[in-house]
């Protein structure tokens, strides 16, 4: 880490800071505070704003599970993201029928063709991979995403998915948090 954590938990924080940790807290659970918490910590009202955004990505939109997480570990794999990578990588595995051929897929940085995934998981893997690389998402690819039965809201849901996923990959390898870095997976080198 290119910082020093904030202390766990943090100490002398304002009544209002003390606030936002308390909803950090409350969304974190029984998981307690992430070396992310403890890095965004030191802005707390960026830590506030980035909790609200996150949970919301995460827990309050109405993409199936093994979508959301496709669209958050292509970011995590094309920027080298290993933290985020190595925490969401788990999650998508236990999304309902996703198996380890799958995962293969996701985690190849440059697919020929969608193997074992089925036509939506390909048309989301391919929408993060042009915002996450080109940000233009073409308009063939839009509507073939789009025509595979996403809602307007799941579109919007999407997008925003995969564009926060990039904001947090390259905010963990900027500031090398967790020190996960220098640790690429085997399968990735």
């Not at 940790?21 to 403890?38: A, F, N």
């Not at 990505?57 to 993409?63: D, F, P």
């Amino acid at each position: 880490m290119r910082l020093d954590y904030v202390p766990n938990p943090p100490t002398d924080l304002s009544p209002e800071d003390q606030e936002v940790l308390e909803r950090v807290k409350v969304r974190r659970g029984s998981m307690g505070l992430i070396p992310l918490d403890l890095t965004l910590l030191h802005a707390p009202k960026i830590a506030d704003g980035w909790n609200a955004l996150l949970g919301a990505v995460r827990t309050k939109n109405s993409l199936p599970d093994d979508l959301r997480e496709i669209a958050i570990c292509r970011p995590a794999l094309i920027n080298q993201a290993w933290f985020e990578w190595n925490a969401h990588a788990p999650i998508l595995l236990k999304a309902e029928g996703f198996t380890e051929e799958k995962l293969g897929v996701v985690r190849d940085l440059h697919p020929k063709d969608k193997g074992a995934l089925d036509d939506r998981q390909w048309a989301v893997l391919r929408f993060a991979d042009a915002m996450t690389r080109d940000i233009k998402v073409p308009q063939a690819l839009f509507d073939e995403v789009k025509g595979s039965g996403f809602t307007d809201q799941q579109m919007v849901e999407l997008t925003a998915t995969v564009a926060s996923y990039n904001l947090v990959s390259r905010f963990l390898v900027a500031l090398d948090v967790g020190e996960q870095n220098e640790k690429v997976p085997e399968w990735a080198k």
